[in-house]
């Protein structure tokens, strides 16, 4: 660049939201460990940037995603060649849009009535902004210190979202230790969500996801333990140590490519 040259201005969301990424982020220091979370300012930036980005910006269609149940935006020789699938048997559609050991950004694509199951993002700060359509969303919080059932291997946790979404809405973001850090996705309807991940899920450093049961905090005993307020408003937790089978696939990002 020359001297007293302004810096062009990013080529389109996707590249401004990876570029202030890229600053917001630092790469984790040591295998296993994960960065503290960044300022609130900085996280604002990102999510007032996501908060602007629509359909169209990053190559998908919302005039017909109902009506193609997800598949409007995909290459597909089989989709456009066979009777519509079964509407509980389509899959949920990954956009992988960039990854790197700081963070990644992508895009999860739901068919009506398809679930994410409840799931962890330790040591993770996740933004989430979605793009079209409707999803239920129900997110917990641990409760610290940790509160374990009595003749159960759960956990005690506080529950921080049970509603409904529909786009447009704000980005919602959860950090390490709040906003909600176990979360589950049902789609009310055909939707997409954009999300950042900092840093990703990375088995060889031991970010693992962990999923989750949770039932009602009257079916469980923790002995003496008090809690404060509506016993519906917590929940115990307890990992599930199966393979979670999630009919999920890789799909074909059209969006604007991000210049590193």
Request: proline share 10%.
């Amino acid at each position: 660049m020359a001297w007293g040259v302004p810096p062009r201005p990013p080529s389109s969301k996707v590249q401004a939201l990876y570029e202030l990424c890229k600053r917001t982020f630092p790469s984790p220091s040591a295998a296993g460990t994960s960065p503290s979370p960044p300022p609130a300012d900085a996280v604002r930036s990102i999510s007032s940037l996501m908060d602007t980005i629509t359909p169209a910006d990053v190559g998908l269609r919302d005039d017909n995603a109902e009506d193609d149940r997800g598949h409007g935006f995909f290459e597909s020789n089989f989709l456009k060649g066979s009777a519509r699938v079964a509407r509980w048997a389509q899959p949920i559609t990954y956009l992988h849009i960039y990854e790197c050991d700081a963070f990644s950004i992508g895009i999860f694509c739901l068919p009506t009535s398809a679930v994410i199951p409840l799931h962890d993002h330790p040591g993770m700060t996740v933004l989430s902004k979605l793009l079209y359509g409707s999803m239920h969303v129900k997110s917990y919080d641990w409760i610290e210190p940790t509160v374990l059932a009595s003749i159960q291997p759960a956990r005690l946790a506080k529950l921080h979202t049970d509603d409904v979404r529909t786009a447009p809405c704000p980005t919602s973001v959860l950090y390490p230790q709040s906003g909600g850090n176990m979360h589950c996705f049902t789609s009310v309807s055909s939707c997409a969500v954009l999300d950042v991940l900092a840093p990703p899920y990375s088995e060889d450093v031991g970010r693992i996801c962990t999923y989750f049961h949770d039932y009602p905090f009257s079916s469980l005993s923790a002995g003496q333990t008090k809690i404060a307020g509506n016993p519906d408003s917590y929940a115990w937790l307890e990992a599930i140590n199966t393979p979670v089978n999630i009919y999920m696939r890789p799909g074909m990002y059209t969006g604007p490519k991000v210049q590193t």
